[in-house]
């Protein structure tokens, strides 16, 4: 079984900054996708960005892109969304998210592990 615990999350000011961390453990990550989500109130939970662990390819949803980088560290069996120029629609509950298997993907269904989440509010 895998477990994903993120961290980091907060109150921020418009235009700020924030790192997220998702520690994973339990299992061996290399053919793992990684990935990050986000849900707001009252809205679907949505793509952010996604890496592989392996060869730490990304891939952004467009309205990120440019702001936000997801990093992993093996060593630390830890994979990071940093966000940048924050705004207020990037509040939400952000969720770290594994798939077993490539090729990634930005649906939801497909992934097969979640963390609880982390709370980001981003103030105007």
């Known amino acids: 079984q895998v477990q994903l615990v993120e961290s980091g999350g907060g109150l921020v000011q418009a235009g700020g900054s924030l790192r997220l961390s998702c520690a994973a453990s339990?299992?061996?990550?290399?053919?793992?996708?990684m990935g990050w989500f986000r849900q707001a109130p009252g809205k679907e939970r949505e793509f952010v960005a996604t890496?592989?662990?392996?060869?730490?390819?990304?891939y952004y949803a467009n309205s990120v892109k440019g702001r936000f980088t997801i990093s992993r560290d093996n060593a630390k069996s830890t994979v990071y969304l940093q966000m940048n120029s924050l705004k207020p629609e990037d509040t939400a509950v952000y969720y770290c998210?594994?798939?077993?298997?490539?090729?990634?993907?930005?649906?939801?269904?497909?992934?097969?592990?979640w963390g609880q989440g982390t709370q980001v509010t981003v103030s105007s």
């Open positions: 998210a594994a798939k077993r298997y490539a090729p990634r993907t930005t649906m939801v269904n497909e992934y097969d592990y």
């Open positions: 890496i592989y662990w392996s060869g730490g390819s990304t």
């Open positions: 339990g299992r061996t990550f290399s053919s793992y996708v």
